[in-house]
């Protein structure tokens, strides 16, 4: 007999994944006010409770299905541990019953972007794949789906492997580690511990080219990916090259991918496109595959996604950016762009901090930007340890994103990207990018017509 303790998407396709396979189960979550009427009608043999877990059920389950939103930590949780009972996520009950190849991909930043790549390379080299996990479909619905998949390609995030004990993958990547989730973990220690959990059952580990927990890996092959030309690379490692003038994705002597064919172009998509390769290796996977995805990816909503030019001046939308280390990749990334332009960045910061430590972006701001807007709830928490010459605060993103039309230059880009979460005045950051994106067609439709739209 199991819980399901959570019941947003997560808990959703786990309910629905115990009803197909006869499990029965018990269903709660500790937000009181949730209306679960239409869950009560779609699932009527499972019992369900809001707000306080009843004790009465306590003696009848032996596995908890925790939803990666919940933390061990929390008391009733720690309780539950304490009596014996087994704590588990849906990766877990994935991993017990997959049959066939699985890729995990986890990391502060990127995780997204690389598990498309990686599913849109496999398939274009004649692969069925399955694209999920954190992103997308959650991995139960896929696992129940019709299709007849060779592989499945896992975004992972740091709840998820927590409770993850068994996943075996034929490849596995931790793309890079920054401070994130702070208010979830006692310190970066831990939060690297959860996201190594993915190279426990792998059968190639991927690394970034300078990570320092590479020794803790004894059991598999590794092979690194970087662009630092003074890292003493392998053979096998996948790196960027400059042959006869022109700069390449390379892994050894085999050329991979010419950089300029690929549709993005920074420092961050030429470590994303290596890490993508590198995953891809268990597959043979031909280099004219990798070529066709880069030359066509454009990118995902919401990650560093140009919005419109207007004015000499692009507004770019990085509402995915919910870490620092996101942010400060942004604004590198647009930073050196606009530097091209004759111009500067004008970041859009704030929101739910996490407890982050926001010291780190001091060196990129104040090389790369002009004007640093904060909103949000944590916005004065920022602007402590972010002096900048011409740093404004303001309550709202619409406001913010006036302000920085007021102030925006031929050849500046306008830069959102919060490095925060976005609860406070968001239901997540697909809406907070989308307001962004809207706020910025009312402001330029002001300035076209003279008056609000």
């Known amino acids: 007999m199991y819980l399901v303790a959570g019941l947003g998407i997560t808990g959703q396709s786990v309910l629905r994944y115990f009803k197909a396979h006869g499990e029965s189960c018990f269903a709660y979550d500790t937000r009181e006010e949730l209306d679960v009427s239409a869950l009560a009608a779609q699932f009527p043999q499972v019992e369900f409770a809001t707000g306080h877990l009843p004790t009465s059920w306590i003696s009848q389950f032996d596995t908890v299905v925790l939803s990666p939103g919940i933390a061990q930590s929390e008391p009733w949780v720690a309780n539950l541990l304490k009596i ?12 017990r019953s997959v049959s066939v190849p699985v890729i995990g991909i ?8 690389v598990t498309t790549m990686t599913g849109l390379a496999l398939q274009e080299a004649g692969y069925q794949v399955a694209m999920g996990g954190n992103l997308g479909e959650p ?7 019709e299709n007849d998949y ?4 896992l975004e992972l995030s740091s709840f998820q492997l927590e409770t993850t004990y068994s996943l075996q993958t034929i490849s596995s990547a931790v793309l890079n580690i920054s401070e994130d989730h702070m208010d979830r973990y006692d ?20 690394l970034p080219e300078s990570f320092s927990e590479v020794g803790m890996i004894h059991h598999c092959p590794v092979v690194h990916f970087g662009i630092n030309p003074s890292f003493n690379h392998t053979e096998n490692d996948y790196v960027l090259e400059n042959l006869n003038g022109q700069a390449w994705l390379v892994q050894g002597q085999r050329k991979l991918v010419k950089v300029s064919d690929m549709a993005l172009q920074g420092k961050h998509h030429l470590l994303n496109a290596l890490a993508m390769m590198a995953l891809c290796q268990p597959f043979k996977v031909p280099e004219t595959c990798f070529q066709k995805i880069l030359a066509e990816f454009t990118g995902l909503p919401h990650r560093t996604q140009l919005v419109v030019r207007f004015n000499h001046v692009e507004w770019i939308n990085d509402s995915k950016g919910t870490n620092v280390g996101a942010t400060l990749t942004a604004i590198e990334s647009t930073g050196e762009q606009a530097k091209h332009q004759g111009g500067k960045v004008i970041l859009i910061a704030g929101g739910v901090g996490k407890d982050a430590d926001f010291s780190p972006l001091q060196p990129a701001v104040h090389q790369y930007c002009r004007d640093v807007i904060l909103f949000g709830r944590d916005q004065d928490k920022i602007a402590a340890v972010l002096p900048h010459e011409a740093l404004e605060k303001v309550e709202t993103l619409c406001e913010a994103v006036k302000l920085a039309g007021r102030k925006a230059q031929s050849g500046d880009i ?24 809207r706020y910025v067609g009312d402001w330029i439709c002001d300035q076209e017509q003279g008056t609000a739209c």
């Open 150 to 153: 060779d592989v499945y390609v």
């Open 84 to 95: 014996g009972k087994q704590v588990i996520g849906d990766i877990e009950l994935f991993a």
């Open 414 to 437: 306008v830069l959102f990207s919060p490095a925060c979460a976005s609860f406070d005045q968001f239901a997540n950051y697909v809406e907070r990018g989308e307001a962004f994106e």
């Open 106 to 113: 986890t990391g502060s930043n990127g995780k997204s972007s």
């Open 139 to 145: 991995a139960l619905d896929l696992l129940m789906d």
């Open 187 to 206: 310190g970066l220690e831990d939060y690297i511990q959860a996201k190594t959990k993915v190279f426990e059952n792998t059968e190639l580990a991927v």
